[in-house]
């Protein structure tokens, strides 16, 4: 066994097991057999060695926790079959451990069907748009999740609230305030849990750069910077609607940008008391005749913390949050990816890298969702974290459009 990494901030080290898991380093010395048990080299009185023939073992030591019995894992219902449900979320399904794919709801039939066949799901458990509210009818669905484009979260959402089951929905929550409002009503009315699909809050180096930022590993917080951006390609499917203001709701400030504003406020705690901004949008570009193209907006914040933030539909991907503090400064770049993040911190002394496991930030958020329904308690990121968010959003446009700074009700601080 090798060791792997040793972090310096969170004095967390994990050893490589011959298997290629990873385990915890101090469970490992205590559990972990002797180079002379494993080899049968005892020199008398030692654990008595397995028979020649077939017979069964102990439980090994666990290096991932098994999942709940199928029986105690919540059923969800996945709307909209497209590149995210399909390639990201439907397959975490198997990672998670609290929850279970159950239903489908697509326009197309022909390609839920063959969803459907390759995950096991009964096809009396494939809906469409028209007959969704017979779900209400299904006991299995006990979640039902909205990857529908933005301007479909909020009906989605009440009729799902109408139908009793809880949702989780993807970013960002609608297209307006008052559809959050509505959606956060409904879910009140129904009693049943909102949460808001913010996958970077449930994805590991995310969030030890939050702890580290609210620890005040890096000092105090002066400055986060975060840039996100893509080249949006109208001959993909899923970047088609995305160029009509009446399914997107925004450009790339609302698809993407809103990673870098959900940066700025998870990692300083703290809701902005103004924000300014200015938005560039090349209208000969038929991408961007209904929706902006380049944003850059600043926030302040009460404790006179300054984020820098940027969005882009057309320059080469980044995906990138800097954190500056009187101690220490930190780089988490790529910073939102699916996998393979990598976080650098620096101080006047030294600069190292910080590694942590990687982890299904799509199974974790998931598993978030069914164990608050399970435990009855608020998710992390609830509908108010995605009303939040469009607010600002919305004073961003404000701001750009005004041409000056524009004051935001401040709620305080969001630390947890
Ligand atoms: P896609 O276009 O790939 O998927 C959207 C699906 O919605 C379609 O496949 C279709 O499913 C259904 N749909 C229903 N009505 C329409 C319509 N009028 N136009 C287009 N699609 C429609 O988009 P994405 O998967 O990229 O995005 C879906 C949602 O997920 C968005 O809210 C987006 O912001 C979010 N997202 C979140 C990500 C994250 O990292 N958290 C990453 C990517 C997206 P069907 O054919 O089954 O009916």
Known sequence: M??????????????????????LGSALGAAGPSFAQSTGASGGGGPALPPDGPTGRPMPEMEKAMPEAPGKRLGYAIVGLGQFALNQIIPSFAESKSSKLVA??????????????????EQANIYDYQNFDRIADNDEIDIVYIILPNALHAEYTVRAFKAGKHVLCEKPMAVTADECETMIRAGREADRKLMIAY??????????????????????????????G????????????????????GGSLYDIGIYSLQAARTITGEEPVEVSAHISSDRSDPRFREIEELVAFQLRFPSGA???????????????????????????????EYERHQMMVKTEKEERRVQIPEGNQFAAEMDHMAKAVLEEREPKTPGEEGLRDIRIMQAIYQAAEQGRPVSLETTGSTAR
């Open 199 to 228: 996958r970077a809050q449930y994805e590991p180096y995310n969030m030890e750069a939050i702890r580290m930022a609210r620890e005040g590993e890096l000092g105090r917080i002066r400055l986060v910077t975060s840039d996100h």
């Open 306 to 336: 300054l984020a820098n933030l940027t969005s882009s539909y057309s320059t080469a991907p980044v995906k990138r949050i800097q954190v500056f503090g009187s101690k220490a400064s930190l780089v988490l770049d790529p910073a939102t």
């Open 2 to 23: 090798t060791m792997l990494f040793e972090t310096g901030l969170s004095r967390r080290f994990f050893l490589r097991g011959t298997g290629g898991g990873l385990l």
């Open 104 to 121: 489908l709801v697509s326009g197309n039939r022909d390609k839920a069907l063959q969803v459907a066949d390759r995950y096991g799901v």
């Open 230 to 249: 893509r080249i949006l390609d109208p001959k993909v499917p899923a970047d088609q609607w995305r160029m009509v203001k009446a399914l997107a709701g």
